[in-house]
């Protein structure tokens, strides 16, 4: 399967899937029978489309994706090799990069095919792609530009002219939302930096890089808004953790066996209630275990 048009199809079906298993049949069907090249990758967008699942909370999903990314990766390697690096030559000379409203934006980006640390290669840059980031005058301005290019672009497969557009609008919105170059300014492209090029979040970048998230959304994100579905899961685990310990250690819990422990299914447990919300919401019942220490609770 080589078409683009039939290729475009399986990326639909694949952001339409309901299912991890819809999923995992979709990948399945791109693994074994897309043919890739650079070209189709480019146009069908089926780079971005799998390369955002490789954060995907199911692991059979994430590990199936960066499998396909790691396949596709290697086919277009190997058909680079084959066409061969050379320049294009003007009266037996090789030819300047063209240059146009002062940024290079060269036809082929360095890298085109997302998951390229995996195999070894060079991680991509503004350097690696030729891009020239002063656009806007402003060397702090520009500066900023250049890493938040160099955010999106080190494992991403889209066109370099694509990463930069993406990283101008990231860098303008939050110039707009702070008013200049503040000191808010530089914290919040800082911030941008760190979790953008945070290697278990793929997702994000993908997200920028594809327009699925807008730069004025972006702008404003926290931190924990931006971090991957593990590191929220995690963080999710800790606050209930430490939920269950602020509400009153010393605090007397009735035991009950009117509730089964969903680990070791017995009925031995110790539970408490606490108004958690607003007044006219009900109350939150903490459950212990008291067999295997398994907390949980319910409203």
Known sequence: MSDVIELKKLVKSLQQASSDKETIDVLQVLKKEAKITEAILRESKAGLAVGKLRSHATKEVSELAKEVVRQWKTEVDKEKKAAGAKSPVLNGKPAAPSRKNSVATPTTPTVSTP?????????????????????????????????LYDALAFDSGAPS?????????????????????TGDYKTKIRSLVVNL????????????????LPAAKLAKMTSQDMASEERKNADKK??????????????????????????????????????????????????????????????
């Not at 539970?271 to 007044?279: C, I, K, L, P, V």
Request: contains cysteine; aromatic residues 6%; hydrophobic residues 25%.
């Open 115 to 147: 998951g390229s640390i995996s195999n070894g290669s060079t991680t991509r840059t503004t350097k690696t792609d030729g891009i020239n980031t002063d656009v806007t005058r402003d060397k702090t301005r520009d500066k900023c530009i250049e890493l």
């Open 161 to 181: 002219e694509l990463i930069f557009q993406r990283a101008k609008a990231a860098e303008d919105a939050v110039f707009h939302t702070f008013n200049g170059t």
């Open 197 to 212: 090029k945070d290697k278990k979040n793929p997702g994000l970048r993908e997200s920028v890089v594809s327009g699925d």
């Open 238 to 299: 800790i606050k209930e953790e430490n939920m269950f310990k602020a509400l009153g250690a010393e605090e007397q819990q009735a035991e009950t066996d009117a509730f089964q422990c969903g680990r070791c299914k017995q009925r031995k447990c110790r539970y408490r209630q606490a108004q958690t919300r607003s007044a006219d919401e009900p109350m939150t019942t903490f459950v212990t275990c008291t067999v295997c220490n398994n907390r949980w609770k319910f409203s």
